[in-house]
């Protein structure tokens, strides 16, 4: 659910910040009445789509007298690209992939919606092994540098393995589940609808899957710091649609059911198909939920495990000595990292708001 390809995420990781830093810092600074939020399709951004369809969004948007298109970018990592570019307002994306791109790259961004966390959506599967220790000489076909190479980090940490116990090979997204179905692919790491499709395989076994890192792998809305600080209704609105909207989707109802059959056509697939990705997902469907769990120390302590895997494959940049290069805010005010770097922000507020509905 994340790099399309590692091409793609070796480039954005390592290059754009020196390119498009400076530029997207000095434009973000400003009170304003129109903003752009860019998504992607994923079961757990999706929602984003119905909310606008539904006018659900431009509902929040007149209460506060402003405009939000919500826009939706065919390639995940090119919207976050364009997001740290300054060419949108705000961008749905993975803590990781928040953290390795726009952070990295020196814009300061606000987790402002924690919408969930993967909860078996991504896995590692294997034709031939029972168990991840059966994985040690073998070869994992994966993208690369994606959450499906920090999974397997993570399933190679909790047997006492090490990546340099096996063979990573990259591959893409598209062509994973057809080279799958050859008999040199062994093993795979993916995220659904593909891990649904390769565990369907005749006797293949899933070895891990993201519930057994509960925490690890979040799905956020994540707006420009600078900008929300100016514009503080753009967080009110956004808050207030996303939290109606998961009121809807959540309810067991003939709307609830609609809802869900829609944003399974909008993902592809149907009614069935998407409540079985919501299955494999930890969502919060009400605002206290999303600030309980960003509070807790497993969210904290998931955030130092993904800096950590970040800083050694270098999604960093040149710059970073250290894991701690770029700092992480939470909640509470404590920092993760260098105090004089603070470019990644959970900022529960607007989400407090919203649990006493004084938004």
């Not at 092994?129 to 980090?153: F, Q």
């Not at 795979?188 to 593909?194: A, K, Q, Y």
């Not at 519930?211 to 809305?221: A, E, M, N, R, V």
Request: aromatic share 8%.
């Amino acid at each position: 659910m994340t790099s399309p390809t590692v091409l793609k995420r070796l480039g954005s990781a390592l290059s754009i910040g020196l390119l498009t830093a400076s530029a997207a810092m000095n434009a973000a600074a400003e009170e304003k009445d129109s903003f752009s939020i860019a998504w992607t399709i994923y079961a757990g951004w999706v929602p984003w789509q119905y909310a606008e369809d539904y006018g659900i969004v431009k509902k929040w948007a007149d209460k506060y007298d402003i405009e939000i298109d919500i826009v939706q970018v065919n390639d995940y990592i090119e919207s976050i690209n364009q997001y740290t570019a300054g060419q949108f307002d705000g961008v749905t994306a993975t803590s990781m992939d928040g953290l390795s791109i726009p952070s990295a790259s020196g814009i300061d961004t606000t987790a402002l919606i924690v919408g969930d966390y993967s909860n078996g959506n991504d896995g590692l599967v294997s034709k031939d092994g029972k168990s991840i220790e059966d994985l040690e000489g073998e070869t994992v076909h994966l993208v690369e540098l994606s959450v499906s190479h920090y999974l397997l980090a993570r399933a190679l940490t909790s047997v006492g393995l090490e990546e340099r116990d096996l063979s990573v090979v990259n591959i893409s997204d598209a062509d994973l589940v057809s080279a799958f179905q050859t008999d040199d692919v062994r093993h795979v790491g993916t995220w659904n609808p593909l891990l649904t499709e390769v565990e369907g395989f005749p006797g293949a076994t899933k070895l891990f899957d993201s519930s057994q890192i509960p925490g690890h792998i979040k799905d956020l809305t994540l707006v420009n710091t600078e900008t929300l600080a100016d514009n503080p209704k753009l967080g009110k609105a956004l808050v207030g649609a996303w939290f109606e909207t998961m009121n809807i989707v959540k309810a067991d109802t003939e709307a609830g059911a609609e809802a869900r059959a829609y944003l399974g056509k909008l993902s592809g697939t149907d009614q069935a198909g998407y409540e079985a990705q919501l299955a494999g997902m930890k969502m919060f469907w009400e605002p206290q939920m999303s600030v309980d769990f960003i509070n807790s120390k497993e969210a904290s302590e998931a955030m130092d495990s993904v800096r950590q895997f970040s800083f050694d494959k270098g999604l960093l940049g040149q710059g970073a000595m250290s894991p701690d290069f770029v700092g992480i805010q939470f909640p509470d005010g404590t920092i993760m990292g260098d105090e004089g770097n603070v470019k990644l922000r959970f900022n529960d507020e607007y989400m407090k708001m919203g649990a006493a509905e004084t938004l």
